[in-house]
């Protein structure tokens, strides 16, 4: 087996904690591989107006994989005023770094695994007759990762062009009469080249994995246009899979529905936003954002990251106490995408021992407040979680 380049960026808070512990594992299992160190984060935008520097896009433009850890993102006001005095009022815009990866290199296929482990004491209960069920929860959602709502289009008191172009639709009548400065654009596009291959990929991972149903989880009978064109091309790839029933919800809907029937779900397909809402929601029925992973692949590129943000409040604790399962997790997807399944299969069978077993386990799992008493209240240190997962492999 080749051996492979990762370019590794650590990003902010907690991602600069999770990352070396997904590391020390991939040693463990035996996977070998050169790591190159990247920039990216808040610290990069306050000192040079750039949260993905042109450096680390040279990298990634040379190995063509990533491991991620989080970022801090901050409003626009916010970002405005926390950069450098020197680079103020000269025209920098703060862009979320990850957003801006998934678009330079197409990264338009998310894929987020939300799967229970057993003995998990986050996992979702729900009660039945006189005791409690734990249903078992195999959801995997497809998120079209670079168009739709996180496109970036949008403006606050748009071009007089744009203006123009918006009051051509009857619908925008009733905000003719708004004052530029106080109007806000944001856009949803869509295009049905990428929903067709969000839809191809999604069937494709059940056909391989044995899911039975997809779903297509948006909004058709309001955004109209979007959503439908997301489900008609869903239509379409379905054709071809007969086995697979292809099924459709609505977000709001689906967000009351995993809590009443999760283990009906199989593979899920939405669009950006949506895809971001309903992944965490499935996420909090199998423990939450310490154990939400993710992959954004391209063609050519691809970047392994957990969903949870950079947590700034716990980056300081010394020692650590955050969660690296989602870490560890993620960097198990990057190898299922170098064919090194056979690995990624003994770190996940590692963890779910750790986790059945019950005795190590970090604050969230133990159900702690998070904080610097955790670990004295009984709670893995994050060294300590890893150790646990190093030990059983």
Known sequence: MAKHTIVTMPGDGIGQTVLPEALRVLEAVGFEADYVHADIGWEFWKSEGNALPDRTIALLEKHRLGLFGAITSKPKGKAADEISPALKD??????????????????????????????????????????????????????????????????TAPPANVRDALATHPKMKKFLDVPNEDLA????????????????????????????????????????????????????????????????????????????????????IAGNMFGDIVSDGFAGLTGGLGFACSANIGTDCAVFEPTHGSAPKYQELDPSIVNPTAMILSACMMLDHVDEAEKATRIRDAIAKVIKDGRVGTYDMKKLRGGPDAIGQGAATTQQMTDAIIAEL
């Open 185 to 268: 654009v944001s856009t949803r596009i869509f295009t049905r080249q990428a929903c067709h291959r969000i839809c191809q990929e999604a069937f494709n991972y059940a056909d391989k994995f044995g899911y039975t149903s997809v779903t297509v989880c948006e909004k058709p009978n309001v955004i109209r246009e979007t959503s439908g064109m997301m489900e008609a091309e869903a239509k379409k790839v379905a054709a071809d899979f007969p086995g697979i029933a292809l099924w459709s919800t609505n977000i709001d809907a689906q967000m009351m529905w995993l809590t009443k029937n999760p283990e009906d779900y199989g593979v899920i």
């Open 90 to 155: 000269k025209g920098y815009v703060y862009y979320s770094p990850i957003v801006g990866m998934r678009q330079h290199f197409n990264l338009d296929v998310c894929i987020r695994p939300c799967r229970s482990f057993e003995g998990n004491p986050l996992n979702f209960i729900r009660r039945k007759g006189d005791g409690f069920d734990e249903p078992n929860v195999d959801v995997v959602i497809f998120r079209q990762n670079t168009e739709g709502l996180y496109g970036g289009v949008e403006w």
